[in-house]
């Protein structure tokens, strides 16, 4: 079983249109999650950080539900600027001072007029 | 403000030639040092890692290395290139704290094709 799973997609929308993503992970032990944002042939970036209690950014919104191992991105009036791939990405166990990450396989995301 | 710097930006090797990737970190002393390579379709594997000057751990066996000869800077080489080294090369970096630890800054990559 990968570390994390995504939905490759491709997800297609219209612009204004609500999309949301989800990612599952394996391992128990993880403390940290995030989602990272990654252009064409680009870098990835991060987007936002996932806390256990949800949190919301602009039109940006991160769900984790630990006990099913499970964070969720929901994007509200999408943009065309919001076309790009979706890395979900989780540590690998208790917090230390090396980030060592498993990255998600990346949800693409295209956004139309 | 830190910045990274990844060089070259784009390159084609052939089959068994060497291969050295560089990455300087610019802003922040003592940071943590990542190389991740993204095949084609595939998501970002972690190659090496570095805590320090010459402490270097690999993740996964491979035909590739890497060194910290100086605490900004981190390098990725081969000897010999084999046509499986093809793909995105990504360095990194992150600060000590328990809370930035896991907040990665990537270099703009390297994207290598052996043929």
């Known amino acids: 079983r990968k570390e994390v799973e995504q939905d490759p997609g491709p997800f297609n929308v219209p612009e204004g249109a609500t999309v949301a993503f989800n990612c599952t992970y394996s391992?128990?032990?993880?403390?940290?999650f995030f989602w990272y944002r990654q252009d064409c042939r680009k870098e990835p970036k991060l987007l936002m950080s996932?806390?256990?209690s949800g949190n919301e950014d602009g039109r940006f919104t991160a769900q984790l539900n630990r006990a099913s191992q499970y964070i969720s991105l929901l994007i509200r009036d999408s943009k065309l600027s919001d076309s790009a791939t979706y890395l979900c990405?989780?540590?690998?166990?208790?917090?230390?001072?090396?980030?060592?990450?498993?990255f998600g396989r990346g949800t693409q995301l295209t956004v139309w007029p | 403000s830190q910045t990274i710097h990844q060089w070259p930006a784009t390159l084609v090797q052939p089959v068994g030639s060497p291969l050295s990737l560089e990455c300087t970190v610019e802003?922040?002393?003592?940071?943590?040092l990542y190389w991740y390579r993204q095949a084609a379709g595939r998501g970002l594997q972690l190659l090496f890692y570095?805590?320090?000057?010459?402490?270097i751990s690999s993740e996964v066996p491979q035909n590739l290395s890497a060194s910290r000869p100086q605490d900004r800077q981190f390098i990725l080489s081969s000897k010999k290139l084999l046509l499986s080294d093809s793909g995105f090369y990504l360095c990194?970096?992150?600060?000590?704290?328990?809370?930035?630890?896991?907040?990665?800054?990537f270099g703009a990559g390297s994207r290598l094709t052996v043929l």
């Open positions: 990194a970096w992150s600060d000590r704290t328990p809370g930035g630890a896991n907040v990665l800054t």
């Open positions: 391992n128990s032990a993880s403390q940290s």
């Open positions: 996932v806390y256990s």
């Open positions: 990405v989780v540590n690998r166990g208790r917090g230390s001072t090396l980030g060592r990450l498993y």
């Open positions: 802003g922040t002393s003592n940071p943590n």
């Open positions: 570095s805590v320090g000057i010459g402490q």
